[in-house]
């Protein structure tokens, strides 16, 4: 019999793998805590959030728009800033991620290959600039993360023109010394129709656009770069039975520590989902004829007639995988697994919040309030 529970049941997948998954998964809640951030405060209010971490005294809050990393104490209080915008060492274009190596944080950037380390204890930076020796690949390789033995997992710039990865269905996913020699392809990451090209109805050139839906594979790395977890979340196509998607996590080295198949409950996207996005759509230059232009953006967001099975993922230092997928009502319902895969609890999290730090005690999620002003909220978990 297939048991499904909020959407989610085990199976075994290709080896190796941990076992099967039987009973039903303990349903854990959460009792919230620490509240940071507030409407009209220059020290603790918040932009954007782009990342945060904690450890045994301080919460880490990344700043892309301000440029800087914004430290607390663990009773939320401002402690001082790490980083300020520049192009400087120690300073940010647009940061968005971080972890630790040992006892340093790291910070990267979106649009330039560069890393920081910073001392927590004394604020001294150090800035590095990738680059990755890659031979016959005319691609820029961005670093992703920082490995627990100081290895960088980098993956290609997603770029048009010559060489661009822009358009492929895969994109290799590499780790390196820090000196950048090549030592091993980690995974190959799906982006099957994550853009497209669109020519029809213009009167010059062509578009590129993005998929409303977009469900490329996820690689997500432990804070402390010591395993990475892959899921393959393609949406359902409507033809394979069961519904599933793939979890696979690797150590430090690259090997497989399990893979699982996890079967759900496709959601379907509504007739009417795209409408808005495609009269969006039409505000650009050079169309010529908006009726076939229109046409094929519809076409090639229709693509996608099921919403993926996951839309968050997260990894925590003690090997935990935390996957979420959202429910027609907005919430998220999260499923945890174990560092061998197996389901050990789930959970629900109200609308629009997001993990971005989890062990088996505690979670640090990011809340929005009806003003969109962001607020970095502790749960504790009650098992």
Not at 32 to 46: A, E, F, K, W
Not at 133 to 161: C, E, K
Not at 307 to 325: E, I, K, M, Q, Y
Request: aromatic share 10%; net charge negative; proline share 7%.
């Amino acid at each position: 019999m297939r048991s499904l529970l909020l959407g989610y049941a085990l199976a075994l997948g290709a080896a190796p793998v941990s076992g099967p998954v039987s009973g039903q998964i303990p349903e854990w809640t959460l009792e919230r805590g620490v509240t940071i951030g507030r409407v009209d405060d220059p020290v603790y209010g918040l932009t954007r959030v782009g990342g945060v971490l904690a450890d045994a005294e301080r919460v880490f809050v990344l700043q892309p728009e301000d440029g800087t990393v914004r430290v607390f104490s663990r009773a939320g209080e401002f402690i001082r800033d790490l980083g300020r915008r520049g192009e400087g060492p120690g300073e940010f274009t647009r940061p968005n991620g971080m972890g630790w190596h040992g006892s340093r944080l790291w910070i990267k950037e979106s649009m330039s290959p560069r890393l920081t380390f910073f001392d927590v204890a004394t604020g001294e930076a150090e800035t590095i600039r990738y680059r990755a020796d890659v031979p016959g690949s005319p691609n820029r390789w961005m670093p992703l993360a920082v490995l627990a033995d100081g290895r960088i997992v980098a993956s290609p710039q997603l770029t048009t023109g010559p060489g661009g990865a822009m358009g492929a269905s895969e994109l290799p996913v590499i780790v390196t010394e820090p000196d950048g020699t090549l030592r091993d392809t980690l995974t190959r990451q799906s982006i099957d129709g994550l853009v497209g090209r669109i020519t029809a109805g213009r009167s010059v050139g062509e578009t590129w656009v993005t998929s409303p839906i977009p469900d490329l594979d996820f690689v997500t790395f432990a804070p402390d770069g010591s395993s990475v977890v892959v899921v393959k979340r393609q949406g359902w196509d409507g033809r394979t039975d069961p519904a599933e998607f793939e979890v696979t996590r690797l150590d430090v080295h690259g090997d497989t520590v399990y893979r699982r198949r996890i079967e759900y409950e496709p959601r379907p996207v509504p007739s009417d989902y795209f409408d808005d996005r495609i009269a969006d759509g039409m505000d650009r230059p050079n169309i010529s004829n908006r009726r076939a232009y229109a046409r094929a953006l519809r076409e090639f967001y229709e693509q996608r007639r099921y919403f993926p099975p996951v839309t968050s993922v997260a990894v925590a230092n003690d090997g935990t995988a935390w996957l979420a997928r959202q429910r027609e009502d907005g919430e998220r319902e999260w499923l945890v697994l174990d560092g061998s895969g197996s389901a050990i609890g789930r959970f629900r999290l109200p609308r629009g919040g997001g993990i971005w730090f989890a062990n088996l005690t505690e979670c640090w999620v990011v809340e929005s309030d009806a003003l969109d002003i962001p607020y970095v909220v502790q749960y504790n978990i009650v098992r």
